[in-house]
């Protein structure tokens, strides 16, 4: 097995008990972590490599792992609703967000799909963000710059509505209560044949997007999808789906953009 690197003072660690019982956590040379687990002294997992089972100083055996792109995703939905992962990966797909491009979003939120997005697009590409409300747009910066996800991220404090700064994008993201008011400033921010994303919680919203784009007749290939995901429990002589799923999380409604016939 190849080497990575190891867990370094200052490095960020996935700390996992079970399904239900997992943190990420700052190591800082000196401290520990507490939970009615036991405690976990951060100096003797300093210098070993990720992937390794500690126990706490009451026995109980935890797995040390390295964030992933998820992991982060979901720690940062304490304050707001965030686009889980299994919507996140379907947006990046559908509406071709790759290396190199240049997307707006709204709203951002607790920054959960601002760092999924800035991942996609890499260093080549960058990612601007709007938020309307103050107190989730210092939320979002603090969880972006905790996990160094600013530098191809733009973020402005500002409603949407108003206006995009940006031309020519390769995608806009919409998560917002309106989607359907920014759909003619979306349509002037994009390049043509490229996506509009719009996630919404209820159909009400689909709908009034949906017919929003089918009378300005500025977009074409609109369709809506949901996805649903379902754990299946492996075990010998008794593998079975899991009793509960992440069902509806919400409506995605993907549309490009058509060129000026003229």
Known sequence: MLMQDPIQDGSYIYI???AKRYWIRKVKAGEEFHSNKGIIKYDDIIGRPYGIKVESHSGQTFQIHKPSQTDIQIS???NTQIIYPKDAGTIL????????CRVVEAGTGSGALTYILSKA??????IYTYEARENHYIQAEKNLKRHNALDNVTMHLKDIIEGIEEKAVDAVVLDLATPWLVVDTAHNALKPSHYLVSYSPTIEQVMKTCKAMGESRQWGMIRTLEVLEREIMVRENKTRPTTWMIAHTGYMTFARTLADST
């Open 121 to 126: 697009v890499g260093p080549q590409g960058h």
């Open 93 to 100: 797909i559908e509406a071709g967000i790759s290396a190199g």
């Open 16 to 18: 996992f008990l079970d």
């Open 76 to 78: 940062m939905g304490r």
